[in-house]
């Protein structure tokens, strides 16, 4: 899997290319079970901005949580120095998932 580097400002313009001004409607793909989810699917959850896109949204569902590795579907793998993206700004990075391509859907 190749990392593509991206500031937060291509990132957002990548996030509403492909799915428009309501990030609600963005989606992001696990790039270890490939669990696509969007933003409102996070939040949905409770989850806090910091896990959106950087962490699989099994770690928000507490049944998987408690499944660990023996999860099918929604895993628990956060993003880490193995994640597909990486966000640049102002000197500081952190590792995310990919966009998930538009037609890609929640299974």
Do not use: H
Not at 4 to 22: C, H, I, P, Y
Not at 24 to 38: L, R
Not at 64 to 89: Q, W
């Amino acid at each position: 899997m190749a990392r593509k580097s991206l500031t937060t400002f291509e990132w957002n313009e990548e996030g509403e290319r492909l799915f428009g001004a309501d990030r609600g409607e963005w989606k992001f793909v696990c790039p270890f079970c490939e669990t696509v989810a969007s933003i409102a699917d996070y939040r949905s959850l409770n989850a806090k901005p910091k896990q959106i896109g950087r962490q699989c949204i099994g770690t928000l569902i507490p049944e998987i949580r408690e499944l660990g590795s023996k999860a099918t579907g929604p895993c628990n793998y956060k993003a880490d120095n193995c994640a597909p993206v990486r966000i640049l700004d102002d000197g500081e990075s952190e590792c995310a998932f990919d966009f998930a391509q538009p037609q890609e859907v929640i299974e």
